[in-house]
């Protein structure tokens, strides 16, 4: 057998253009669409104090967060893919807007964020699970369950298997089932292929890893340590898995009055807009409320978008 050998200037010409291939083909994309939407979010101080809480789920530690007065209505509120902390663009300021008026759970997805990732594939029923996991202790009485983007996935999968534990469903700008396969979908899935074998190469340098799982999963620098960095691997998986292998299917019909749809009328191609006038259609009890704004308008104008949706909550 006959083995071929590469002279040292060889390897690192090799890992220079895998470098450069992860650079332009997973870290760029991510950076340049990340920056794009942080460019539209004003820093935001956060006033109402956020508790940060653990628990475990399936041997994973996951976060969760809670704010404002545990004696009012309770609402379940679940970011989306990528979702952040601070309160540029973040879920914070979401956190502290709702608080206001409700007491607000906001866990952290597995994966996500601080949260531990799966190891296996996790469908958004697998997720919705987990959240009933996180919930139950909680012991909270019959919340308003709020998804934006892949958080309104998780939401309705939730809603529809423990419809008893819900009163009401709110998704904002959320992944629905029968997802359009557009452009979008189709750069998407590519972008998802190619993704998997550069994050599991072991010829990428880490700190382009790193880089691109601070971007795209919203994990703190801190936790993207050699093994944190390696435990968050799969999520490229996930994400391709929860949108080809085994999508959303969900009965809207199904879900628990008040459906509250709340869209930004520019969010054309990521979760369109015109997928959410079908539902309202489907669905004569539910409201529809579109806002100006993208697929990103809830972390954008919070202090817009959040008394919207209270005001209709209170108002039913």
């Given at each position: 057998m006959k083995f071929i050998h590469f002279p040292k200037s060889g390897?690192?010409?090799?890992?220079?253009?895998?470098?450069?291939?992860?650079?332009?083909?997973?870290?760029l994309p991510v950076f340049a669409v990340t920056g794009f939407v942080l460019a539209k979010c004003p820093h935001?101080?956060?006033?109402?104090?956020?508790q940060t809480h653990t628990t475990t789920i399936e041997?994973?530690?996951?976060?969760?967060?809670?704010?404002?007065?545990?004696?009012?209505?309770?609402?379940?509120?679940?970011?989306?893919?990528?979702?952040?902390?601070?309160?540029?663009?973040?879920t914070d300021a979401v956190i502290a807007e709702l608080a206001k008026d409700f007491f607000v759970v906001a866990p952290e997805h597995p994966g996500l964020i601080r949260s531990?990732?799966?190891?296996?594939?996790?469908?958004?029923?697998?997720?919705?699970?987990?959240?009933?996991?996180?919930?139950?202790?909680?012991?909270?009485?019959?919340?308003?369950?709020?998804?934006q983007s892949f958080g309104g996935g998780i939401a309705a999968a939730y809603a529809v298997q423990y419809p008893e534990n819900v009163v009401g469903v709110v998704l904002v700008d959320a992944v629905m089932?029968?997802?359009?396969y557009n452009w979008y979908m189709r750069t998407k899935h590519t972008?998802?292929?190619?993704?998997?074998?550069?994050?599991?190469?072991?010829?990428?340098?880490?700190?382009?890893?790193?880089?691109a799982a601070n971007l795209w999963l919203g994990t703190p620098f801190s936790l993207l340590d050699g093994q944190g960095l390696q435990r968050t691997a799969i999520m490229w998986k996930i994400d391709k898995y929860k949108d080809v292998e085994k999508?959303?299917?969900?009965?809207?019909?199904?879900?628990?009055?008040p459906l509250i749809l709340v869209w930004g009328e520019s969010d054309t191609f990521t979760t369109p807009l015109a997928r959410a006038k079908e539902i309202h259609a489907q669905v004569p009890t539910s409201h529809l409320i579109i806002v100006p704004g993208s697929h990103t308008v809830l972390y954008q104008k919070p202090d817009k978008i959040v008394p919207l949706i209270t005001s209709k909550l209170l108002a039913l």
């Amino acid at each position: 057998m006959k083995f071929i050998h590469f002279p040292k200037s060889g390897w690192k010409k090799i890992l220079l253009v895998v470098s450069l291939m992860t650079l332009l083909l997973i870290v760029l994309p991510v950076f340049a669409v990340t920056g794009f939407v942080l460019a539209k979010c004003p820093h935001r101080e956060i006033s109402i104090p956020i508790q940060t809480h653990t628990t475990t789920i399936e041997d994973l530690t996951v976060y969760y967060r809670t704010a404002g007065d545990p004696t009012k209505k309770s609402v379940v509120f679940l970011h989306g893919w990528g979702g952040r902390l601070d309160g540029r663009c973040g879920t914070d300021a979401v956190i502290a807007e709702l608080a206001k008026d409700f007491f607000v759970v906001a866990p952290e997805h597995p994966g996500l964020i601080r949260s531990e990732a799966p190891t296996k594939l996790w469908s958004y029923e697998e997720y919705a699970n987990a959240l009933h996991t996180l919930l139950m202790p909680l012991k909270l009485q019959k919340p308003i369950v709020m998804g934006q983007s892949f958080g309104g996935g998780i939401a309705a999968a939730y809603a529809v298997q423990y419809p008893e534990n819900v009163v009401g469903v709110v998704l904002v700008d959320a992944v629905m089932t029968n997802r359009r396969y557009n452009w979008y979908m189709r750069t998407k899935h590519t972008w998802d292929a190619l993704s998997v074998p550069i994050m599991e190469s072991k010829l990428v340098p880490a700190f382009l890893k790193r880089v691109a799982a601070n971007l795209w999963l919203g994990t703190p620098f801190s936790l993207l340590d050699g093994q944190g960095l390696q435990r968050t691997a799969i999520m490229w998986k996930i994400d391709k898995y929860k949108d080809v292998e085994k999508p959303l299917d969900v009965d809207y019909t199904k879900l628990p009055a008040p459906l509250i749809l709340v869209w930004g009328e520019s969010d054309t191609f990521t979760t369109p807009l015109a997928r959410a006038k079908e539902i309202h259609a489907q669905v004569p009890t539910s409201h529809l409320i579109i806002v100006p704004g993208s697929h990103t308008v809830l972390y954008q104008k919070p202090d817009k978008i959040v008394p919207l949706i209270t005001s209709k909550l209170l108002a039913l």
